[in-house]
């Protein structure tokens, strides 16, 4: 029985990523921060430190078929260990972004230009922002002297507890909506188009993408070709969960992110992401593992089952954000 490595399996893309893995075959050993529970002997948790170059390193003395790598490094950080994946596996497949292609007039291939390579905002370029760091990781795979590595950039991924809208995350989104509150969005993302992919989804491109001959020395985009506009994304949420929202200007959006550990990243994820039209071009993941576009879960119907899904007493956790929000509604003679 082969043996995959699951760095970080638990989240959006893992948590369904593991059993299908399972289902093929496989054994499957993941590494996440939380506790996960099993039930078939082909999957093995461990609750453990992925980023604890000691623990890999023992990890690493059995021989892995291949490693899905689902953490997030800085640039040095990955720097010190990609070599040890690629040496001690048969194929290393590296979570990138989607988020590294820069602004595209048309649909998003494998091939579009990246922001570390075209952008002049020489600010900007001086950072550690994700999709430069991304890229900069991928750069150092391609440098390197070995093949067995594979590129996922994958789009905006929803599942389970994990739904967006612009730039917000479930514990403002899903969270406001359960207890009537109103979310603010910036105007100017109404009107760009978004593409966001149910995990499953992604799950089995990713499965599909193990040990296969075209993946390898290559990168793939993994998303869904249907795209909406955000304004067309916030109402699928008002039908659904009955959320309320409002339109504001970038400043004041912005303003909700103050305090923040990094509050550049929040403008740079808005500015140079959520303000681009996102449109993918997905066949050479489709062709490449042999699926194909009507068999992917539309965003509404997707949408739709995983918020079915959500424990009717799941408590989310307080963010600034929302309490921002509050205050600036407050403010406005408006009720939250």
Excluded: C
């Excluded at 590595?149 to 406001?176: C, D, G, H, N």
């Amino acid at each position: 029985m082969k043996k995959i490595l699951v760095l970080g399996g638990t989240g959006a893309m893992g948590s369904y990523l593991v059993p299908e893995l399972a289902k093929a075959g496989y054994q499957v050993d993941v590494v996440s921060l939380d506790k996960g529970t099993s039930e078939t002997k082909q999957i093995a948790y461990y609750q453990a430190d992925g980023y604890n170059l000691s623990f890999i390193k023992r990890l690493l003395h059995t021989t892995y078929d291949a490693v899905v790598d689902f953490l997030i490094y800085t640039t040095m950080e990955f720097a010190d260990r990609f070599e040890l994946f690629l040496k001690n596996t048969g194929h290393y497949l590296f979570l990138s972004s989607y988020r590294v292609y820069a602004r595209e007039s048309g649909f998003i291939t494998e091939t579009s230009p990246r922001l570390l390579d075209v952008s002049e905002d020489e600010e900007f370029l001086k950072t550690e922002d994700y999709s430069l760091y991304k890229a900069r990781e991928e750069n150092i795979l391609r440098s390197s002297k070995y093949q067995n590595w594979t590129i996922l950039r994958p789009a905006i991924t929803y599942s389970k507890r994990k739904f967006q809208l612009v730039t917000l995350e479930a514990p403002t989104v899903v969270a406001r909506a359960k207890a009537g509150k109103t979310v603010l969005l910036p105007q100017q993302a109404a009107d760009v188009y978004g593409t966001m992919s149910w995990g499953g989804d992604v799950a089995r491109m990713i499965a599909g993408l193990i040990q296969n001959p075209r993946a390898y020395g290559e990168a793939f985009t993994l998303a869904t070709s249907e795209h909406h506009k955000w304004k067309t994304v916030a109402e699928y949420y008002r039908e659904l969960i009955g959320l309320r929202y409002e339109w504001v200007d970038t400043d004041t959006y912005l303003s909700f992110f103050e305090g923040a550990a990094n509050k550049n990243a929040a403008r740079y994820q808005l500015i140079y992401d959520r303000y681009f039209d996102r449109r993918v071009e997905n066949s050479k993941i489709l062709e490449a593992v042999g699926m194909k576009q009507e068999e992917l879960t539309g965003l509404k119907e997707g949408l739709q089952r995983e918020l079915q899904r959500l424990p009717e007493n799941l408590i989310w956790p307080e963010t600034s954000i929302n309490g921002r929000m509050d205050a600036y509604l407050a403010a406005k003679n408006k009720h939250p």
